[in-house]
DNA sequence: TATGAATGAGACTTCATTCAT
DNA sequence: TATGAATGAAGTCTCATTCAT
């Protein structure tokens, strides 16, 4: 990827993140990035395209994991004898990417309600290769007894809301004396792992 | 209130919750309102001002009750035995309340990051209204040992953590069979519950 | 109509036939219709609405008078007992026509070929409205044995031709000492007339 | 004449007869000559440059045979003893010359009023070149009485304006049932001669 | 010689806001 | 009080042209 496209990218991504893609100008862009506005359309069409372009890799990283072997292995690999090595392992991972992809996560969070091809793409990602890895493995731990009887969708759900919260915390607690992320994330599994005891 | 203002109102809600703020133009409120644009800057100075206008008394309002006496009494008086009966209360009534101000709900979620002079409010409100309160009466049960040893804060964002996630669920999958608003409601209690003891 | 409405008619008119539509821009018809540039947008959608505004009135003027009975008994009445009396009226009302809109016809002849959606309309104004009277009364001076046994079609692009030429010239060479308009419009219906005979 | 430069002339050509001269970018021919975009401006200066490198060959060639010795003796020849022979001559050399031009010629049709300076330059090669032989051939048939005793130019404009219309009936039509060039030549051929008779 | 990335002027269009009625 | 025509700043995007490679 050429030199310009990046550093356009990361102009989009800083000013998108801050002010919401809909009020940043292109012309605040070529500015940050150090370009004439018309170079933005060169490499990308439209402003909007611009704004997939940022999503998509990221939206993509997010999901890829879960069909990866080297993720499964260290994530959903069936060898975790417990819930809670699982717990450790998915929310560290997830934590570690959220908080290297800050401004790209916010964009996303900010910008998919009224996005509505890249909602129908994230819900065909999720459904196709997310869920049904993860449905998988909180099976067998409900088989084995280490969570509770519950529909596989509600266990899910509990768990992204605590783990989304935990997210945003850090993300916007960050670097205050009010957040000891260790502690925190120690804490949210432990409340997960007994919630679904 | 003018029975202009209320439809002014009433039509940017409407259309703010769907395509968002900067998205909506005054020409499409005041048509959808019935009135002339020029009508719309008679009662909100600017187009920032009705934005205010909506989310402000929903905000006061979602705050307020935890100050109010009726609420305290419905709520937080102490006479709640257990903490699950306080759970039951302060979800039942944040649920109703969210689903009746759906919309708006909506929009201070996507709108409230862009909006520096908000969040300032917001954050004055709940710690000056909200938190205290709530604390007291989390301590309370603390101190009974209903609750797990953990600092205030971290109770509360596990709790608001999930009960914004049940929210959301129940904004975005009601109406659909997958939804059982009830059922998915004492699950949520329950999880709370336990993950804390 | 509108008055500004007129006004940015009048000048966009005036620059289209000059310069031709693409190389007009909405902020030169602004400055000479004296409105801003966003008033032009209030009164048509579109650029392309503006010249569309423009060339559709006169196409139906053009069109249209041979479906009416006050123009059909100027000069499609079969009272006209010759042919030479009728290609006079024919010419004299659509050379005056021509000259009332001399512009618009300029553009026009010039937009036309790259306006498909108007093409098509023209087409259909001349197949459905033109046509079928004006090949009535053609059949009628060669059942008379006035004109030639050619086809209508033929005859009619004999005429058209002569007639289009003569109008080109008019508009062309109008106000130069080289042009005698009565005398040229003599001598071409006495061509047409002889050609034909 | 380089390869390339003949590849980017015949794209032009294609491209400005379909889309017009200011609606077609310098990109698209670039594309369709599979050259770069800046090599167009290596052979043509500017855009502008390359439409009259279009329109000024076709221009001369059209107006050239006219001070040809071998067309002169195909056409001008005074040998020709009736008008008849020479308007045959003359339509069927410059019909087949347009045909074999189309897409230019229709170029220098819709571009030629917007373009000032080869306007003038048309009409210096028309004045000096191409009217005194032609007047002199017209003058020849009306002493000879074959043609009406009509001024020249009033003769040129009959003859011009049917063989042009000739010419774009036969471009517009060609291909479809409706249209037997050679018929409609001969009628021609008739008309102008009856009609100046 | 040929390339094509980069430019920036300028195109069309939208929109919050004003103000005469 | 209510209107809606008018504004013009600002937005996205296109394109002929330049120039380093």
Redesign the interface.
């Known amino acids: 990827m050429n030199e310009k496209e990046i550093k356009i990218l990361e102009a989009a991504i800083e000013i998108f993140a801050e002010?919401?893609f809909?009020?940043t100008s292109t012309n605040e862009i070529a500015k940050k990035a150090n370009v004439a506005e018309g170079t933005i359309f060169r490499y990308f069409k439209t402003k909007k395209d611009l704004l997939k372009s940022i999503i998509k890799p990221t939206l993509v990283k997010t999901i890829a994991p879960f069909e990866m072997d080297r993720f499964s292995k260290a994530v959903f690999h069936l060898e975790y004898e417990t819930f809670e090595d699982f717990l450790n392992a998915l929310i560290k991972n997830r934590m570690e990417f959220a908080k290297k992809n800050k401004a790209v996560v916010?964009i996303i969070i900010?910008e998919m309600?009224?996005q509505d091809d890249m909602q129908e793409e994230l819900k065909r990602l999720f459904k196709d290769k997310m869920y049904p890895k993860v449905a998988t493995v909180l099976q067998s731990f409900i088989d084995k007894g280490q969570i509770k009887e519950?529909p596989i969708?509600?266990v899910l759900?509990?768990i992204?809301?605590?783990v989304?919260?935990?997210v945003i915390?850090s993300i916007v607690l960050e670097n205050t004396p009010?957040w000891n992320e260790e502690q925190?994330t120690e804490?949210?599994i432990?409340?997960?792992k007994?919630?679904?005891?």
């Open positions: 002010k919401g809909v009020s916010k900010q309600p009224f519950l969708p509600t759900r509990l992204i809301s605590t989304v919260g935990l915390s009010f925190e804490r949210t432990e409340f997960i007994n919630g679904l005891k």
